[in-house]
């Protein structure tokens, strides 16, 4: 059951980029500020793409678009991390929403069902996405958000030192145990985790892949919406996987408490001290930048008895604020957004894979080893959109309580009441 709330030349525009500091604690936000002389109407854009190579693919696409559109200005301000979404909720909540911003699942349940985004169904490119991506946007006659990629969680490996310990890259769960009890033999912690996305998306693999396999995910997330099994059911074997890495040594709890994703975790790993690290495959072309000392390859969680599975979300969500004075070029801009050609260049650069029929996935080198789990349906869903419930924001809590000591019972008893909380709220 889905939820029912639910030309002109160069000469005359340019575009600056500030970077400015000492805002929004930890995380600085990334504003462009484009001129044109000629616009009529001024556009904001908030998102949680802050990089500097992200926000590079960004201002080309805005750039292209006021080109095309000279009568419209479109400004992007970029906060990272958790403050992000924090700063999206207070803005709408106090009605000084921008014109586009991105979502993500949690954050869709909540502006959904508060009416405060606008419908997409009717734009153009909505008929270029795939048949799982429409599944996921569709909210019964409405879609409230477009994916501009497929991101992906895997399993970075540090080919060097595998072969050095005559080891090879774990392909079933047996395979992973060996390799990961090998090393914590050789005093080496064997995993690098970071304090949000890499032991939820263990977790909640582990506990869903079985669903997914046999297409039965849409009715037991139906059945968690009703009110008649809860999350834990299925997600404690999953968590129950992660406690026992805990307790095997696979990884340091304490180090990864306070590890941040795709930033922190991605400079341990590049010491080349490390066999393994779980994070998003996104963030591989900026390890390689760094020119590490060694060959690495992302490939599946190895997880499974029988062979390894992908995390993937639709990601880098759009949505319009259904209040914005400037609806209508709000929704031209989305739809420019979502054309194929800037839906590729954009999953180019984030490593990550097109949410279109026929569309192409990143060329990096390091991630092709996810494509054929991608292809062949070897994949579960990090935030389902048929889910009512906030599983990302829950699990990552989840976790956090285990790493810090608390039992799995205790663990899974919280996940659930936190559930219903969300209900209740």
């Not at 389902?384 to 924001?393: G, H, N, R, T, V």
Request: hydrophobic content about 40%; overall charge negative; proline content about 5%.
């Amino acid at each position: 059951m889905r939820r029912k709330n639910k030309g002109h030349s160069l000469g005359v525009w340019a575009l600056v980029l500030f970077i400015i500091t000492g805002c929004a604690g930890p995380a600085n936000p990334v504003v462009i500020l484009p001129s044109n002389e000629e616009s009529r109407v001024s556009l904001t854009y908030f998102g949680n793409k802050y990089e500097p190579e992200n926000v590079q693919v960004i201002e080309e696409i805005i750039s292209q678009f006021m080109l095309e559109n000279p009568d419209i200005r479109v400004a992007y301000e970029s906060l990272k991390g958790s403050a992000y979404y924090e700063a999206l909720l207070k803005r709408m909540a106090n009605g000084k929403g921008d014109d586009v911003f991105m979502i993500n699942h949690d954050t869709e349940l909540i502006l959904a069902s508060q009416g405060q985004l606008a419908d997409l169904s009717g734009l153009a490119t909505i008929e270029n996405y795939t048949d799982e991506m429409l599944s996921q946007m569709r909210e019964q006659e409405h879609i409230y958000w477009v994916p501009t990629t497929v991101s992906v969680f895997g399993l970075y490996c540090n080919l060097d030192l595998l072969q050095k310990h005559h080891q090879n890259v774990p392909e079933t769960l047996a395979q992973w145990e060996a390799v990961c009890d090998y090393f914590v033999s050789q005093g080496i912690t064997p995993v690098i985790a970071n304090n949000d996305i890499s032991l939820k998306t263990v977790a909640i693999g582990i506990g869903l892949a079985a669903l997914y396999q046999t297409r039965q995910q849409a009715d037991y997330f139906e059945q968690v919406n009703l009110g008649f099994t809860t999350l834990s059911e299925k997600l404690r074997p999953g968590f129950a996987y992660v406690e026992a890495m805990i307790a095997n040594g696979y990884l340091d709890p304490e180090a990864t408490l306070t590890t941040q994703k795709t930033s922190d975790d991605l400079e341990l790993f590049a010491n080349g001290q490390t066999p393994f690290l779980l994070t998003g495959a996104w963030a591989a072309g900026r390890l390689a930048q760094k020119n590490p000392d060694f060959a690495f390859s992302v490939v599946p969680y190895p997880l499974l008895e029988d062979g390894g599975f992908a995390v993937i979300n639709a990601d880098t969500r759009l949505s319009v604020n259904a209040d914005s004075p400037h609806r209508e070029e709000a929704l031209r801009f989305v739809e420019f957004f979502t054309r194929p050609e800037n839906i590729q260049k954009f999953a180019d650069q984030q490593a990550s894979f097109s949410p279109l029929k026929n569309g192409g996935h990143s060329r990096l080198t390091q991630i092709q080893p996810l494509i054929p789990a991608y292809a062949d349906g070897r994949v579960v869903i990090g935030s389902d959109s048929l889910l009512d419930k906030p599983i990302w924001e829950l699990t990552a809590e989840a976790i956090v309580r285990l790493l810090q000591g608390e039992s799995l019972d205790q663990v899974m008893e919280q996940l659930d009441a936190d559930a219903e909380q969300e209900e209740q709220s």
